[in-house]
T-cell receptor, first 119, second 109 residues
Framework: GAVVSQHPSRVICKSGTSVKIECRSL??????MFWYRQFPKQSLMLMAT?????????EQGVEKDKFLINHASLTLSTLTVTSAHPEDSSFYIC???????????????FGPGTRLTVL | GQQLNQSPQSMFIQEGEDVSMNCTSS?????WLWYKQEPGEGPVLLIA?????ELTSNGRLTAQFGITRKDSFLNISASIPSDVGIYFC?????????FGTGTSLTVIP
């Protein structure tokens, strides 16, 4: 139980294009999902908290118009990197907060991550 | 956001040795979580702790929730090469999660 998937696992795009990353909780419903960015050999940097049916809450310094988050259902959240530039290249990881399907509200379950490379 | 103090930052050990790492915070947490992340993958939850003083095992892994609720440790006994990775602690206040800076573990066969 408590499986979170992410798609795609890798994406390479040209500068100026937009990229959408999907995060799904496969066997439980997640009222809250989180989006993180991780640089090599560093910890997880929280970008935003996404609640189903409402606007995402962005961390300080994260541009909400650049990183569009949609949480349309209890099992799906999407992150769209708009007008991507090389400095957006990174490892993006989503997670889902438990609370359904035998999971605890006090736990987070992570997806496998998406490696974005912007040329 | 806030990050927890996690130590050591990195460890190089011989296969078969025991490993210990810990996390401390200035804040009180309701839950402590320990994750392992392998290269190119997302973190995987290893152990979740819910009560002060709680000691929980998962195979060769043992973790404890500090009595003050401001710290936690993770021990790995008889390390093996597949234990290699970055271990993160996380604390939950009920509303928010905070992550440690990670401990990079290298096991030398």
């Amino acid at each position: 139980g408590a499986v979170v998937s992410q798609h795609p696992s890798r994406v390479i795009c040209k500068s100026g294009t937009s990229v959408k990353i999907e995060c799904r909780s496969l066997d439980f419903q997640a009222t809250t999902m989180f989006w993180y960015r991780q640089f090599p050999k560093q910890s997880l940097m929280l970008m935003a908290t996404s609640n189903e049916g409402s606007k995402a809450t962005y961390e300080q310094g994260v541009e909400k118009d650049k990183f569009l988050i949609n949480h349309a259902s209890l099992t799906l959240s999407t992150l769209t990197v708009t007008s991507a530039h090389p400095e957006d290249s990174s490892f993006y990881i989503c997670s889902a907060r438990g609370g359904g399907g035998g999971t605890s509200y006090n736990e987070q379950f992570f997806g496998p991550g998406t490696r974005l490379t912007v040329l | 956001g806030q990050q927890l103090n996690q130590s050591p930052q990195s460890m190089f050990i011989q296969e078969g040795e025991d490993v210990s790492m810990n996390c401390t915070s200035s804040s009180i947490f309701n839950t402590w979580l320990w994750y392992k992340q392998e290269p190119g993958e997302g973190p995987v939850l290893l152990i979740a702790l819910y009560k002060a003083g709680e000691l929980t095992s998962n195979g060769r892994l043992t973790a404890q929730f500090g009595i003050t609720r401001k710290d936690s440790f993770l021990n790995i006994s008889a390390s093996i090469p597949s234990d290699v990775g970055i271990y993160f602690c996380a604390g939950n206040t009920g509303n928010q999660f905070y992550f440690g800076t990670g401990t990079s573990l290298t096991v030398i066969p």
